[in-house]
């Protein structure tokens, strides 16, 4: 489905299912209130975005070493689930997908996977969709007796009701890795807390998981990228992903730009193989970059890799450039170094995770502008934000990490005790 349309259905019927479910529920209550038990089957909810899935790791992980990995479950589109198989943390059987081709496969697959929850038994959900109105109204219908999830409180949040059972406050300045950790640690609190949870957040984990690469695989993707690319070997391989038919259109960074930065790269970087990857959607755009440049040195392997296949190809590159997208928290899962494009969204929140990562982000006054609180929808027609990155900075930058492995923006420094960087330092106003 198109993601003007999903925002039509979470908001319109949604909000009405969440009020008559609601209902529901308070009349139930009127009945009693079951105590908190210990989860023993848990369930996260997290239909889209794969490279959300990746900083989720820290979440699954504590859940699967209080219960068992056979006792967790996902639910997922099924489009987003490749990303979840090479994680390789859940069983295949533990993986619930729904199909979201469009509104009535979407309903079908919905109502299936809602019997599947019963039949297995599901008694806890984790809500990862940040004030989605969908994922609650799962949670709820589910028939899990424990439901955690963001609630707004007092704050002029997204209505979905009072469906959830652990009610987090939301913290617009917690890492989503550790946001996602956070709904977790609640399951397993003594008691319950308002709001919750009250704990400090260094406790909470955040980790990535690390590629797992197959020796014969590697070697067949790698006769795979021979076929396409002249001249093999090359002592650099350098991969730019333009990401040109992102679903946040703001998140762009210029085609003419992409295409300046390959062709100085190509110029400076004789030894260098660069790789233009993508969806098959945005192979057109990887097109275009070949004919302005024609070198033997630049191929594409837009729509011709697997999402395995993307991760070897990401393993074997010394070089990511990337806007803010999934690849480069797929990325992160491996040893390339990654640089990534920051714009109407956050690192401070959505960054990759990793010591390999570095991030150029303008931090304008109006920047984030695509939140949780806005469904991710911006009233901005003029992305400063990502209009801002020159080429300049991004290609001395490039040089600077192939050259040195070290960056030259400002060093990187952890965030909270753990291992999450960041290659800009806040500039926020102190009193004397």
């Not at 009127?30 to 239909?47: H, M, N």
């Not at 859940?63 to 295949?92: M, Q, T, W």
């Not at 391989?237 to 790269?265: A, Q």
């Not at 275009?288 to 070198?295: G, H, L, V």
Request: glycine residues 4%; contains cysteine; neutral net charge.
């Amino acid at each position: 489905m198109k993601i003007e349309t999903v925002r039509w259905v979470d908001v319109n019927i949604g909000r009405v299912l969440c009020f008559l479910l609601t209902l529901w529920r308070k009349l139930i209550l009127l009945f009693g209130k079951p105590a908190p038990k210990r989860p023993k089957r848990i369930l996260f909810i997290k239909f889209i975005e794969q490279g959300a899935t990746v900083i989720a790791y820290s979440a699954i992980k504590r859940a699967i070493d209080e219960i068992g990995k056979e006792n967790v479950y996902f639910c997922v589109f099924e489009a987003n689930r490749p990303i979840l198989d090479l994680i390789n943390v859940l069983p295949d059987e533990n993986i619930i997908t729904i199909k979201d081709n469009n509104l009535s496969s979407f309903a079908l697959g919905s109502l299936k996977a809602l019997i599947r929850m019963r039949r297995l038994g599901i008694d806890t959900t984790v809500d990862m969709e940040f004030f989605s109105r969908a994922s609650a109204i799962f949670a709820y219908l589910s028939g899990a007796r424990q439901r955690v999830g963001l609630h707004r409180y007092t704050s002029e949040y997204s209505y979905r009701g009072k469906l959830m059972t652990h009610e987090v406050q939301h913290n617009a300045y917690l890492h989503t890795s550790r946001a996602y950790a956070l709904l977790v640690a609640c399951l397993f609190q003594e008691k319950q807390e308002t709001p919750a949870p009250k704990m400090d957040k260094r406790l909470l984990p955040v980790d990535i998981p690390k590629f797992q690469a197959d020796s014969s695989k590697a070697l067949t993707f790698q006769q795979k990228l021979q076929s396409e690319a002249k001249g093999w070997p090359y002592t650099q391989v350098i991969l730019v992903n333009t990401n040109s038919s992102d679903m946040l259109p703001l998140r762009r960074w210029e085609l003419e730009k992409f295409t300046e930065l390959t062709r100085r790269l190509l110029e400076t970087q004789p030894e260098a193989l660069l790789v233009l990857t993508g969806t098959a959607e945005e192979a057109p755009n990887a097109e275009r970059i070949q004919q302005e440049i024609s070198s033997e040195r630049l191929v594409s392997m837009a729509g011709k890799t697997s999402m395995e296949e993307l991760l070897y190809l990401f393993d074997m590159a010394d070089l990511l450039i990337t806007n803010d997208s999934g690849p480069a928290h797929f990325a992160s899962m491996t040893q390339t170094q990654v640089l990534v494009l920051f714009g109407p969204e956050t690192p401070q929140l959505y960054g990759p995770v990793g010591k390999n990562i570095h991030i150029i982000w303008k931090a304008l006054a109006c920047s984030p502008c695509i939140n949780a609180i806005n469904h991710r929808f911006s009233p901005c027609r003029d992305n400063q934000c990502m209009k801002q990155i020159t080429v300049d900075e991004v290609f001395d930058e490039a040089i600077s990490i192939l050259n040195h492995k070290t960056s030259l923006l400002p060093q990187p420094e952890k965030v909270e005790e753990e291992t999450i960087f960041v290659n800009f330092k806040p500039d926020f106003p102190t009193q004397s």
